[in-house]
């Protein structure tokens, strides 16, 4: 399974849930990408790890975009593809309210990252996520409306991504 959307709709969260639901391996591309110091990891070796991690045969939840390092893989090869389309407003609150938590709490993310004021308030998408997922929401919801096949399952809303828990939970 896959999860996609807007970087702050919740992919992590959601893909934390269902794979502990379901019994199988999460994978967040996140923490495959970002190395010590934000170093991004090289598009081959990104896409090695997830033709490892997420193996057609096999069951795990992945969670991220990544088209070129190996988010189309992970697409082509889920029985299912969730899609958090949230509202810009909504993922953005949700954003702000984590990235802000994240700096000011000094939260070790992946490989011993941690986001910062100073990159919250950047003026440069590369650096800020609040301008990455700001700048970034029409073109992820192009694409993915254009990629989306019977597989796909498009959450516009919190209610419908509850809902989808509930559902596995009965």
């Known amino acids: 399974m896959a999860i996609v959307g807007s970087s702050g709709a919740g992919k992590t969260w959601l893909a934390q849930r269902l794979a502990a639901r379901l019994g199988v391996p999460h994978v967040e591309f996140d923490a495959l990408h970002h190395g010590p ?10 896409r090695a790890r997830v ?16 088209a ?6 992970v697409r082509a ?37 941690r986001e910062s004021v ?13 301008l990455w997922s700001w700048t970034h929401h029409a073109v992820l919801r ?11 399952v498009r959450l516009r809303s919190r209610a419908e991504v509850q809902a989808l828990l ?3 939970t009965r």
């Open 166 to 168: 509930s559902s596995l």
């Open 68 to 73: 070129a390092k190996g988010g189309d893989l």
């Open 77 to 113: 090869r889920a029985d299912r593809v969730i899609w958090l389309d949230l509202p810009r407003r909504r993922v953005m609150a949700q954003l702000l309210w984590r990235t802000a938590r994240r700096a000011v709490l000094h939260e070790t993310l992946w490989n011993g990252n």
């Open 118 to 130: 100073a990159n919250l308030l950047s003026a440069d998408p590369e650096r800020s996520v609040l």
């Open 37 to 46: 110091g934000w170093t991004p990891a090289p598009a081959e070796q990104m």
């Open 51 to 66: 033709e490892s991690l997420c193996p057609p045969e096999g069951a795990w939840v992945a969670d991220g975009n990544y």
């Open 142 to 152: 192009q694409r993915y409306s254009a990629e989306c096949d019977g597989r796909w």
